[in-house]
Every structure is written in structure tokens, then in C-alpha cells.
């Protein structure tokens, strides 16, 4: 009877690109409206170009997930229930065009996903599943504050309708005021500095398959509702604001994740790291940034699954999460550590490979500002750093070579071949999903293999000459524990910065 996932999710696949078939890739959006009800109080879905972009990379990593967890979970008919429910409630997310039905969605995600972080039921990942959901749950508390101010000024809930009207408004001060209290739990959804904490416990917790998804997949949720809402508010003085809040966060990422041993901590700060980073480039709608921060959206999925459910294996295999107690990956796991090598390349930006592409955008766009070039070169350092770091477990002696089943080896090598496909045939993709050009972006040219290799080269002596001999301001991060309290104080902290900077 679980086989059924199978049919049903091929039938997803196949309605999703026959539906982008009709309607000749979106270039024109789709609104439909339920029940036939007016359409400032009814329900209403549409979809666009990049709603479209995003269901398909949802239905293409739940593939990559129900084949890499089908040989250990194939008769575990609530987890493939709960798995399968996520995505539909993830596709609904993708496609609502009403706020008050956003927060529904983003509230039934948050608790689908909990019951799957805390699916192995001891208490690490009890505990990590319980501050998930309630961490998550007190910053929705603030887009309901808000929704109700922005439905008070506006008389809907309509997403198109509150553009049309707010933009004739004069008087935004509870529109100013209902955005921020939006953007709060959109930045606890989505990790941004300071109310990160969760994402780490709730990542190092789950099942590394769980792992891949949140981390490649549902955190972008708070990322797709930033894009959405900002279409509408245009509250150009945060432009500046989003950019520097996305370099924090991706600072926060890098300093964390290099103080970690536990191998999925780094994956899951360098999560916040890349959330960081994506900020960066959407922080302006537009502009040429915007486009590297979305396609670095998708390119994160790709090669961060592809680095958790290689975690996955490697924890299976040895038994042991320090990466100073894992060796001989390589020798022991040929294919594995093959395509996390790929995935190591991709995030630490190396030619040819998708991460490349998408944070070269992104320099492109900032590169008449020397200090914002300075930024985001420290943290594609830091982050070469924490892989060089990481790097270590390939070496080293090994008995004999494990055997993979071949469904783990699949999900893998097709997470693997998209980061190389991404970075290669980047021009055709970003033209047929979303109309841009960015043919200015050049692969092949000798600088950028020059600047990889120098990049990699101070990473390497960095990490020889303070990473490695694990100093006490490096153990002092690696043991901060942020309580619940604290983490709440910081949400209502970051209300009040954002208050103060609209003013």
C-alpha cells in the first residue's frame, strides 16, 4: 500500500508540467479564484513564473527525498503520510495569493515539521522538534499583529488588491508598522539574524532526510513570502537595511559553523550562512542582485540536500557525528564522497559548479561598492574555510569499501549532476524560467579559477593557523547555548531595529 507515493507523486509531476505547458511557462500569471466568491473576501491561488519555479523544484527534491529514504522507511506509512502531506502543504504555500491562508499554510508546515524532527523520539530531537514549534509559533503571533493592521487599512486580505490600495495610501503608518511585525516572522521563518537559533537544533535533530528538506527546501518558505510581500509594501529605505541584516546573518553563519565538530552543525550553520547570503541578493527587488540571491535560492537546495544526505550516510556508516573521529571517507565511501565533493565546490563557489554562478551575480551587482564586495568576499571566505575544515574526513586510512543501496546513490547523483548542470548551463535555465539574461556571467574565464584558488589558498592558512588549534574563543562559540528566553528577547529586539530604521 505505501507504493502509492509513487503514483501519486508522479501525477503531481506530470500536472505541474502540463499545466506550465498551457500556459506557455506562466509569462502571463494565473489567478483563480474559489467558489466563484468577490475577490476581496474569497480565496484566491495564483501562480506566476516563479511560483512555477518553485514547484518544480519542490516536486523534484521530493522525488530526490522519497528515493534516498524508500529502503529504510518504505513500511513506515506515517512518515511517508506526514511527507507527502508537507508537500502538498508546501505546493499550497507556493500558490496562495490571500495573507491570512499564507499564515495557515506556513502554521501547518511549521507543525508537520516538527513532528518529523522529532520523528526518532528521543530527547535531543524532542527537545530540538518542541523549540522548533514554539520559537516558530511566537513569531507567527506577529504576522497575525500585522495581517490584522494591514486588513484594518485596507478592507482585504487579497494579496493584489492590498498593492492596489496601499500604494494610493498616504498615511502608512499602521501599513509601516503591520509590515514589520510581518517581516519579524518572516525573519524568524527564514533564520535571519539574531533569531537564527532554532535552525541548528532543529537540522542537527532530525533525520538527515528531514535535514535535507528543511534546510534545502522549507526555510526558503520565509524567503519566497519575503519576495512576495515586499512586491507589494515597496518600502524602499529597507532595501539597505535587508543587505546588511543578510550580511550579519551570514556572518553569524560562517563564525558559528567554524567553531562546530559535529559535521550536520556546520551543514546546519552554513545554512544560516547561505540564508545570508540569498538576503543579500533579494534585499532589492530590483536590481541585478536580486536575481543572484533568487537563483542562489535554488542552487542552496541543490547543493545543501545533496551535503545533508551525504551527512546522513557518513553518521550511518561510522556511527559518530565528530568530524575529528571520521576518516578514510574516500577509500570507505568512493561515491558518496564523490558527490560531496561536488556539493563542496558548489557552496565554496568554484567554476563550473552552480554556487559559482549565483554568487558571482550577486558581485556583479555590488561591485561599484567597495564595502559590500569586502563583505560578501568574508564570507565566501569563511565558508571555504569551514569546508576546507570539513575536507578532512576524506582522508585517512580505511579497511574495505561499504556498499550503498543503489535508491541512496541515485537521489545522490541526481542532487549532484543538477549542481554541475546549474553551473554550466545557467543562461538557457535563468532565460526560459524567468525571462533574464545573464550571459554576462563567464565561466571560463582564467580570473575566476585564479581567484578560487587564491580564495581557498588564505582559507587553507587561516584554517592551519587558528582553525585548527581550537583556541578558547573557538570553543566559547562552539558551547553557546542561546536559551528560549534570550531567543524571544532577541525577536522583540529585532522589532524594534527594524521600527527604528523605518522611522
Known amino acids: 500500500m505505501n507504493y502509492i507515493v509513487f503514483p501519486a507523486q508522479l501525477s503531481i509531476s506530470i500536472l505541474a508540467f502540463k499545466y506550465y505547458d498551457i500556459y506557455h511557462g506562466l509569462s502571463i500569471p494565473q489567478v483563480i479564484s474559489l467558489g466563484n466568491w468577490d475577490k476581496n473576501i474569497g480565496i484566491a491561488l495564483k501562480n506566476d513564473q516563479l511560483s512555477m519555479a518553485f514547484i518544480f523544484l519542490s516536486i523534484f527534491l521530493w522525488w530526490v527525498i522519497l528515493i534516498y529514504s524508500w529502503d529504510k522507511r518504505k513500511k513506515d506509512f506515517k512518515f511517508l503520510f506526514f511527507l507527502m502531506f508537507l508537500e502538498g502543504t508546501f505546493l499550497g504555500l507556493l500558490q496562495t495569493n490571500d495573507l491570512f491562508n499564507l499564515f495557515v499554510f506556513i502554521e501547518i508546515i511549521t507543525i508537520i515539521s516538527t513532528i518529523l524532527i522529532l520523528y526518532k523520539k528521543d530527547g535531543h530531537s524532542v527537545r530540538a522538534g518542541l523549540y522548533y514549534l514554539l520559537f516558530n509559533t511566537a513569531g507567527m503571533l506577529f504576522y497575525l499583529l500585522g495581517l490584522i493592521l494591514i486588513y484594518n487599512v485596507s478592507g482585504t486580505l487579497n494579496i493584489d488588491i492590498i498593492a492596489e490600495k496601499i500604494a494610493s495610501i498616504k498615511d502608512t503608518s499602521f501599513i509601516k508598522l503591520g509590515y514589520i511585525f510581518i517581516m519579524s516572522a518572516i525573519g524568524v521563518k527564514s533564520a535571519f539574524f539574531p533569531v537564527f537559533n532554532w535552525l541548528p537544533r532543529a537540522h542537527g535533530a532530525a ?38 541584516l543578510g550580511f550579519f546573518t551570514a556572518l553569524c553563519g560562517v563564525v558559528f559553523a567554524l567553531s562546530q565538530k559535529d559535521i550536520k ?17 533579494i534585499s532589492s527587488l530590483e536590481s541585478k542582485i536580486y536575481i543572484g540571491g533568487l537563483m542562489h535560492i535554488f542552487n542552496h537546495a541543490m547543493f545543501k540536500s545533496l551535503l545533508f544526505l551525504g551527512a546522513g550516510v ?21 561515491f558518496i564522497s564523490l558527490c560531496m565533493i561536488v556539493g563542496m565546490l558548489s557552496i565554496t563557489g568554484a567554476p563550473l559548479f552552480n554556487g559559482f554562478v549565483s554568487k558571482s551575480i550577486i ?53 549532484t549532476i543538477m549542481c554541475i548542470v546549474l ?29 578560487y584558488i587564491f580564495t581557498m589558498t588564505i582559507g587553507y592558512i587561516i584554517y592551519k593557523k587558528i582553525i585548527e588549534k581550537d583556541y578558547r574563543i573557538i570553543k566559547y562559540f562552539r558551547h553557546v547555548n542561546i536559551s528560549f528566553a534570550s531567543t524571544n528577547f532577541l525577536l522583540i529586539t529585532f522589532i524594534f531595529i527594524m521600527i527604528l530604521w523605518i522611522r
Open 423 to 451: 553551473g554550466i548551463y545557467y543562461v538557457p535555465i535563468m532565460s526560459a524560467f524567468f525571462g533574464v539574461d545573464i550571459s554576462y556571467i563567464q565561466v571560463f574565464k582564467i580570473k575566476n579559477f585564479i581567484n
Open 265 to 281: 552543525q556546520i551543514l546546519a550553520f552554513h545554512t544560516i550562512s547561505q540564508i545570508g547570503i540569498m538576503l543579500m541578493g
Open 314 to 334: 557518513i553518521i550511518n556508516t561510522y556511527g559518530v557525528r565528530q568530524i575529528t573521529e571520521i576518516r578514510g571517507v574516500f577509500k570507505k565511501l568512493p
Open 207 to 244: 533525520p538527515s532526510s528531514i535535514s535535507a528538506l528543511l534546510s534545502g527546501l522549507l526555510v526558503k518558505s520565509g524567503l519566497y513570502a519575503f519576495i512576495r510581500l515586499n512586491v507589494i509594501f515597496k518600502i524602499a529605505n529597507l532595501v539597505d537595511f535587508f543587505f546588511f
Open 363 to 415: 558581485k556583479y551587482g555590488i561591485q561599484y561598492s567597495s564595502l559590500k564586495t569586502i563583505m560578501l568576499f568574508i564570507i565566501n571566505l569563511g565558508t571555504s574555510i569551514s569546508f576546507i575544515k570539513l575536507s578532512q574526513i576524506f582522508f585517512g586510512k580505511s579497511k574495505k569499501k561499504n556498499p550503498i543501496d543503489i535508491n541512496i546513490s541515485l537521489a545522490m547523483a541526481s542532487l
